[in-house]
């Protein structure tokens, strides 16, 4: 009897493990085994009856799986939508312990047409086996793009025969930490030398990715950036860069010269190099963060500017990219860029990637736009997933994945007939490895996967949850890295808990404001009782970018037995503890008495994120409690945040 207590029974393995969950699963009586042969039929006269009414792209990708006695059969319109079928025949059998699974039909198509992710291989480079590895685990959840940021400040990322030292010169730096060269005046090396950090893709390795993904569905987008983003480019061939004033030497400012005839035919080879390459629709420039802070004053772009009536440099920069989009027009491709690509103009073939929320998608798709959404707050899966404390290093919004599968890309629009699709993006400043890069992917791409293919309707993340640890347990045993969803805390605790104290919901007289980007919920948020979540973003924490310095009003005078405030540090963001605060006393609100200071015994680590209470006990009585907390003067102390005042 105590062995048979022991054996444990599985079920056998149904549609219901599936991550994308499918639009349709019904069981079968009886069970298959996952040796079945698998049979393709493609085009048949019952099966186009079956998705008749889907729109192009949807039927291109539908299939019908029916698992039942000795075969699985898949039916589609194309060898696209066979290829999904037979992956999710695949995915079952991979989920099986025993290699039992339920009978069953599963009738599946994609909600949206594009479902991808954005790797930066720029900040850190990220070689061709890397990227084939994830490619594999991609086309399991059906994704069908991945876009590969391949140029910017940190390194240029592909073989341009043309142009040799992007590669000999822009595509390697002197620290191999991101930060490390961000902090020391952003040095690059010459390939070969032994200092020298960094790397590329080379034609043979991008041909190689490229019929890998080929074979399994996925388009590969590649992304060359302008006018920003593009100190590399700039420092390798100084002629793409602005001049100053005086016309006589170059000013890097990271972003390209739109006056500079050099730079615009430069990247037209560039980019005929890059679409003899890719066969991709879309070929993505970038777009994104150009301060076009020298352009006003070079004499080349003022010159431009006045040759083609542009008013300002938002419109030069509109002009730029215009060149471009008609350029790739020129060639039968279509432009993709980021969003503030919309300012001074959109060219009228562009399709937007909306990162800054998801009024630019919105907009541009009401202007007949395509769009792709991937709005940072839910997209960015470089973000911190969990508690900072465990994690490291991180900048940004609290993003787990329940945050990122709440999201719901028709949100907002009117009518999604431009929305092309989503994308996840990967952002690397800080993800310096390849098993760094996967702890933030995974699980969390995911969601992506999901939210891409599956029905808005069919969609819940208390039953989506489970599913992701089976895949994120399974690809461990693969040698994949993903976040461990057993050990998920969950949203800082002190979050969910209210305090109370004297100072709740009486006046605070700020003496220095707070900063306008970060207002959490304005005058009350010090005194609302509520404390903040594991990072700066999300409205709880209040942010100064200088010293902080207020009154508060307790209404009446009282007996005091403690002042202090809740503080954070999160050096990746520039935010530090203060030094110290100071309290003094009133009972008038015009003459002070200092009362004690106390200095802050934590210093701010270089990575992750930090709490401290930062207080004292007093014995005193007043109506006013003056609180002061100057910054250090270091680097990347630039900011306070604080949450709450507790007067006891
Ligand atoms: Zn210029």
């Not at 190689?208 to 950036?225: C, K, N, S």
């Not at 969910?496 to 009486?506: Q, T």
């Not at 970018?545 to 503080?567: A, C, E, N, P, W």
Request: net charge negative; glycine share 8%; aromatic share 12%.
């Amino acid at each position: 009897m105590a062995a048979a207590l022991c054996l444990v029974s599985y079920a056998q393995t149904g549609p219901d493990v599936l991550i994308p969950k499918p639009v349709s699963a019904t069981l079968l009586p009886g069970e298959t085994n996952a040796d079945a042969a698998v049979k393709t039929v493609i085009g048949s006269r019952k099966f186009k009856a079956a998705v008749k009414g889907l729109p192009d792209y949807a039927a291109k990708e539908a299939y019908r799986l029916t698992i039942k006695g000795k075969t699985a059969v898949v039916e589609a319109l194309t060898e696209e939508g066979a290829f999904r079928g037979k992956s999710t025949f695949e995915y079952m059998k991979k989920m099986s312990p025993d290699g039992r699974l339920a009978s069953c039909v599963v009738f599946d198509y994609p909600r949206l047409r594009h479902r991808g992710l954005m790797f930066d291989i720029s900040r850190h480079f990220r070689d061709k086996n890397f990227i084939l590895k994830q490619l594999e685990l991609m086309a399991s959840i059906k994704m069908n793009v991945l876009h590969l940021h391949l140029t910017d400040d940190a390194g240029w990322r592909i073989q341009i025969d043309k142009y040799p030292k992007l590669t000999k010169m822009a595509a390697w730096r002197d620290k191999a930490l991101w930060k490390d060269w961000n902090e020391t005046g952003h040095n690059y090396a010459k390939e070969g030398e032994p200092e020298a950090f960094g790397g590329y893709l080379t034609k043979d390795d991008v041909r190689e990715i490229l019929a890998f993904a080929a074979e399994r569905h996925i388009t590969i987008i590649p992304e060359i950036e302008l006018p920003g983003h593009s100190l590399e480019v700039t420092k390798a061939y100084t002629e793409t860069a602005c001049l100053d004033s005086t016309g006589s030497s170059p000013v890097f400012t990271s972003d390209l010269c739109p006056g500079s005839d050099f730079a615009l035919q430069m990247f037209k080879d560039i980019l005929d190099e890059v679409i003899e390459l890719f066969p991709s629709e879309f070929i993505h420039i970038g777009g994104d963060e150009a301060s076009k802070s020298a352009w006003g004053s070079c004499p080349r772009c003022v010159s431009r500017m006045k040759a083609n009536g542009l008013k300002d440099v938002d419109e030069l920069q509109s002009w730029f990219v215009r060149q471009f989009d008609e350029y790739l027009a020129s060639k039968g491709r279509r432009l993709l860029g980021w969003d503030e690509i919309m300012q001074g103009g959109l060219a009228p073939g562009a399709t937007v990637m909306s990162w800054r929320g998801t009024e630019h998608g919105i907009k541009a798709a009401s202007a007949g736009h395509d769009v792709v959404m991937s709005p940072e707050n839910w997209c960015y899966i470089n973000r911190n997933q969990d508690n900072p404390l465990a994690l490291g290093e991180f900048v940004g919004g609290y993003l787990p994945l329940s945050r990122v599968y709440e999201y719901n890309p028709a949100d907002g629009f009117t009518d999604t007939a431009h929305l092309l699709g989503l994308q996840g993006n990967l952002w690397t400043e800080h993800v310096p490895t390849d098993a760094n890069f996967e702890f933030k992917a995974y699980p969390r791409a995911f969601a992506i996967a999901e939210i891409g293919w599956s029905p808005q309707e069919v969609r819940d993340f208390d039953e989506f949850r489970p599913r992701a640890v089976l895949l994120a347990d399974y690809i461990r045993g693969l040698g994949y890295n993903p976040f461990d969803l057993h050990t998920e805390w969950g949203e800082r605790p002190e979050k969910g808990r209210e305090v109370s104290h004297l100072a709740r919901g009486c006046k605070v007289v700020y003496n220095i404001p707070y900063s306008d980007k970060y207002p959490a919920e304005g005058d009350e948020s010090l005194v609302n009782g509520l404390q903040g979540g594991w990072t700066y973003v999300g409205g709880r924490w209040q942010g100064f970018q200088s010293d902080f310095d207020v009154t508060v009003d307790l209404g009446k005078k009282q007996r005091l037995s403690f002042v202090g405030g809740h503080f954070l540090a999160n050096i990746g963001a520039w935010i530090g503890f203060p030094v110290k605060i100071e309290i003094q006393t009133s009972d008038d609100g015009v003459n002070f008495t200092p009362c004690f200071e106390t200095y802050c015994q934590v210093k701010a680590a270089d990575d992750g994120a930090q709490y401290v209470l930062l207080g004292d006990f007093i014995d005193a009585e007043a109506r006013y409690v003056r609180i002061k907390a100057p910054r250090y003067d270091r680097p990347y102390h630039d900011w306070l945040f604080i949450d709450e005042i507790i007067i006891k």
